[in-house]
């Protein structure tokens, strides 16, 4: 079994998605071994995404995932990073497939209601970042 970080950001925590999204998530085969709801600061947004830093939309998107709660979720399957990246969809959401998260969901390319690991190594450090093994079950 894969272990992969999903985030669900504060736009679609503000509209109330979080099961929406949950549900998408499950009916696609992927199980959730840790999940916790939290606010991030400035500092923590930064520390997360720490390899953007250097990007020209780096300070905004932190601002944006400062601005409000979050929902971190730890999922388990086959090819979990694979199969939830597909299942998120195109960053932007008028380039995404039809019936992924963020074709369903999201409001814009930066409100795009949900973030994903992009590779095994990034999924270790990400998940590292909001739990330790003891919060994973399963």
């Known amino acids: 079994m894969e272990l992969t970080l999903c985030l669900i950001k504060p736009d679609a925590v503000k509209r ?9 998530i499950e009916k696609a085969g992927l199980t ?31 601002e944006y995932m400062a601005s409000g709660p979050i929902v971190a979720i730890v999922l388990a399957g086959d090819n979990a990073i694979k199969r939830y ?29 949900v973030h994903g690991s992009d590779a095994p190594e990034t999924a270790a450090f990400e998940i590292s970042y909001f739990f330790n093994a003891t919060e994973l079950v399963g």
């Open 32 to 62: 959730p071994v840790a999940m916790k709801m939290l606010k991030l600061d400035q500092r923590l947004a930064e520390g997360f995404y720490h390899v953007h830093k250097e990007r020209p939309f780096f300070g905004e998107l932190t």
């Open 16 to 24: 109330n998605l979080v099961g929406g999204i949950l549900f998408m």
């Open 85 to 113: 990246r597909e299942l998120m969809g195109a960053t932007d959401p008028a380039q995404a497939a039809d019936g992924t998260i963020r074709k369903v969901y999201a409001v814009s390319k930066q409100e795009n209601s």
